[in-house]
Nanobody, 115 residues
């Protein structure tokens, strides 16, 4: 089970940090990440990170969002700076177990950026 926290309503240019904790020990190898879904749009990748620290960020967030993880605590976070109205979405924490080709999703947390 994945528990996400940290969403909210902020003004453009502000910062937020989303965090997600996995209950129970995750098996390796795995990739942790964040996705988002805006109203009327498909869910899209925001950023993901391997256990070794390799990251993959969406072009729309490069230079503004930074993903990190704590392998010992099975947590993943994303620091979101210089937020824009187009970042408004429900953000979902994700764990992909590469050995099992299996995805797990958190419950989603709302991020709303006002102009």
């Amino acid at each position: 089970q994945l528990q996400a926290s940290g969403g909210g309503l902020v003004q453009a240019g502000s910062s937020l940090k989303l965090s997600c904790a996995a209950s129970g020990r995750m098996l390796s190898p795995n990739v942790m990440g964040w996705y988002r879904q805006a109203p009327g749009k498909q869910r899209e990748l925001v950023a993901r990170i391997t256990e070794g620290g390799n990251t993959n960020n969406a072009d729309s967030v490069k230079g503004r969002f930074t993903i990190s993880r704590d392998n010992a605590e099975d947590t993943v976070s994303v620091q979101m700076n210089n937020l824009k109205p187009e970042d408004t979405a429900v953000y979902y924490c994700n764990v992909f177990l590469t050995w099992a080709n299996q995805n797990y999703w958190g419950q989603g947390t709302q991020v709303t950026v006002s102009s």
